[in-house]
């Protein structure tokens, strides 16, 4: 069963950055979506950047111009970094990995704790 492995998360400064690491634990081949959802308490989940196939990356407004997400195809890995840090980006943040052409099937990381005091 292939699992996502995330790190990178933990307490940092507003104005600072964040950078977070998602690696799977098999090679994934096909064409394979990556995205970073975050998600407080009492709220939904919440997507914050993806990257497609073609290395299309799209961001929610809220972290556009301050976030770049990448990935490495030939390791199944995806990173995320976030700059100018606010108290809002305060969230555990998880990664999602699916295939394009079979979205059901799809694989979350266990999640990692990001907290950014003011």
């Known amino acids: 069963q292939v699992q996502l492995v995330e790190s990178g998360g933990g307490l940092v400064q507003a104005g600072g950055s964040l950078n977070l690491s998602c690696a799977a634990t098999e090679q994934l081949f096909g064409k394979i979506i990556m995205a970073w959802y975050r998600q407080t308490p009492g709220k939904e989940r919440e997507l914050v950047a993806s990257?497609?196939?073609?290395?299309?990356?799209d961001y929610t407004t809220s972290v556009r111009g301050r976030s770049t997400i990448s990935r490495d195809n030939s390791k199944s890995t995806m990173l995320l970094r976030i700059d100018k840090l606010v108290p809002e980006d305060t969230a555990v943040y998880y990664c999602?990995?699916?295939?394009?052409?079979?979205?059901?099937?799809?694989?979350w990381g266990q999640g990692t704790q990001v907290t950014v005091s003011s």
């Open positions: 999602k990995m699916w295939r394009k052409y079979q979205p059901s099937i799809y694989y």
């Open positions: 990257v497609s196939t073609d290395d299309d990356r």
